[in-house]
């Protein structure tokens, strides 16, 4: 718990979208950093061992994603690109609870309590 409020603390000074969870991002704006950042994202998959089908995803940073940004209904492997970060929640608007900093290279099989309950991701690098 104590590390989750950390956690919370440091992304809220850090991240002033997160300060207001409930105002939607300008998603059709990116931010010159945003632009110049595509070349990173996650791989991710359906399947376990980044089998199944996957995508390659490289959403706008710094950005609640809902999961369904994935491409996919579902998943079991997730593989940030080097340098990316990202955060899962329970909760839509990246609410609820929050999963611990997934690096990568990420998880060839994803936690059972996060393949089930991830409503929304973030990513930053
Ligand atoms: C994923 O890889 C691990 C390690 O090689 C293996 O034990 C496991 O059976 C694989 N899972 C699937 C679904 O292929």
Redesign the pocket.
């Known amino acids: 718990m104590q590390f989750s409020t950390i956690l919370i603390t440091l992304a809220v000074a850090f991240s002033p979208a997160l300060a207001a969870p409930t105002a939607e991002p300008a998603a059709g704006e990116p931010t010159v950093a945003a632009l110049e950042k595509r070349a990173v994202g996650v791989f991710v998959c359906t399947?376990?061992?980044f089998?199944g089908q996957c995508n390659h995803i490289s959403p706008p940073f710094n950005v609640c994603q809902p999961f369904s940004a994935t491409g996919l209904t579902g998943y079991q492997s997730w593989g940030p690109d080097q340098g990316t970060t990202c955060l899962w929640y329970t909760g839509g608007s990246c609410t609820g609870t929050q999963s611990g900093a997934v690096n990568f290279p990420g998880y060839?099989?994803v936690p059972d309590f996060w393949k089930f309950n991830t409503a929304s991701f973030k990513c930053w690098t």
Do not use: E, K
Request: net charge negative; hydrophobic share 0%.
């Open positions: 399947g376990q061992n089998s060839t099989d």
